[in-house]
């Protein structure tokens, strides 16, 4: 079994290439999907959040109004860290509960979206980065998801910048064109992760 990072700033297209690399076998640890659940509705992550930033982060329905606490957080570093001392440990725990429980000679992929900025590089064999131009990743979050440009600005602002995350990489997989492409980076890393899980 071998462990690997996944990253890449927001729009870079980190999730296609965790999907592709499902496609091919990889067993998924999604920190995104992990901190959700750990702040859900009746969790001791979610009570740590509100004890922290008040319940106007509640939506009406008790569940955590992620929209609402994210403008709080991505404005203010401060803020930030103080959520990340919550929600990081919670995740952690969970995603090596995940990964423990798959089997000999499997590939292990946590897709980390704060992987540079947390410095969590080291608790990985291996770290793919999934790089593409901030042009690129702005048209995305603009296009594709609907942001404002000024929100997207922020999101990629508060992020790591690209040399950051480059300086990491053991892998990249560059992603300024179409997801063909991107698939056919992922089908010629696969073999070099297998082997990497096989040497292990």
């Known amino acids: 079994m071998v462990a690997v990072g996944l990253t890449g700033g927001i729009g870079a297209g980190k999730s296609e290439a965790a999907r592709a690399l499902a496609r091919r076998g990889a067993v998924i640890v999604d920190s995104d999907v992990i901190a959700r659940e750990v702040v859900a ?44 001392a919550i929600v990081h440990p919670l995740v952690a725990r969970r995603a090596e509960e995940l990964q423990s429980a798959a089997g000999p000679g499997a590939v292990v992929v946590h897709d980390v979206p704060l992987l540079a900025e947390e410095r969590l590089a080291h608790r990985y064999r291996a770290v793919i980065v999934v790089d593409a131009s901030d042009a690129t990743r702005l048209a995305r979050l603009t296009g594709g998801r609907g942001m404002s440009e000024a929100d997207a600005r922020a999101r990629m602002g508060a992020q790591a910048g690209r040399e950051e995350r480059l300086a990491i990489a053991d892998f990249v997989l560059e992603n300024d064109g179409s997801l063909d492409e991107l698939d056919a980076r992922v089908e010629k890393l696969w073999p070099r992760l297998v082997a990497l899980a096989a040497s292990e």
Not at 56 to 72: C, K, T
Request: hydrophobic share 45%; aromatic share 4%.
């Open 41 to 84: 509705p009746g969790t001791p992550g979610l009570a740590a959040v509100v004890a922290e930033f008040g319940e106007e982060v509640l939506a009406p329905d008790g569940a955590l109004d992620r929209e609402r606490l994210g403008r709080v957080v991505f404005a203010d570093d401060e803020r930030r860290r103080a959520l990340n």
